[in-house]
């Protein structure tokens, strides 16, 4: 087995719970066994067949070494967003949160944070973007042990250092632009 009662664990696009009990159960006939997570953010109570837990992405949370590798991701802008249509975009980042890889989730939070400073995100986008923040802040707090409020902090001033170098100033006595009446 690979998480004991009371061990911490990522359940892909829930995020981190706590094992509140292995159980056999009798299903269809057979005899399985499943862990019990209680997923932190929602309450949510999971049963996860032990012997699928892996294949479904279930996994460990994040060490603390491996926290800097995501902090890593947030900073990138030298990416490329494609020019896609926003439900298209949201297919393709809501594939990378249900992976259940913090990097990815990394990258889609990154990435949406970089789109919204240029135009209006969808409903959707803007959801996922809280999902995605989410998600990412409360394993990082529990990897780190410390506080979701200070993680945000840091995960806001790498988006504030990163936006303030993109930003050029506006232009001195620049032209206003005026519309014409019709």
Do not use: C
Request: hydrophobic fraction near 35%; avoid cysteine.
């Amino acid at each position: 087995m690979l998480f004991n009662v009371n061990d911490q664990a990522v359940y892909p696009a829930h995020g981190v719970g706590t094992i509140r009990g292995i159980e056999t159960r009798e299903i269809a006939g057979k005899r399985q066994t499943f862990y019990i997570l209680k997923v932190l953010d929602t309450g949510m109570t999971i049963m996860v067949p032990t012997n699928n837990a892996r294949a479904i992405g279930m996994r460990e949370v994040i060490s603390k070494d491996e926290v800097e590798t995501i902090y890593d991701v947030l900073r990138q802008r030298d990416v490329r967003i494609e020019n896609q249509t926003w439900n298209r975009r949201y297919r393709e980042y809501m594939g990378k949160i249900k992976t259940g890889s913090l990097v990815e989730i990394a990258k889609v939070l990154r990435d949406l944070s970089i789109l919204k400073n240029e135009k209006p995100l969808s409903f959707g986008e803007r959801k996922m973007l809280d999902t995605a923040k989410n998600l990412l802040v409360k394993e990082i707090s529990v990897a780190l042990g410390t506080s979701e409020e200070s993680v945000e902090q840091k995960v806001q001033s790498i988006f504030r250092e990163h936006q303030s170098y993109r930003q050029s100033p506006a232009p001195i006595n620049a032209p206003s632009q005026s519309r014409a009446a019709v």
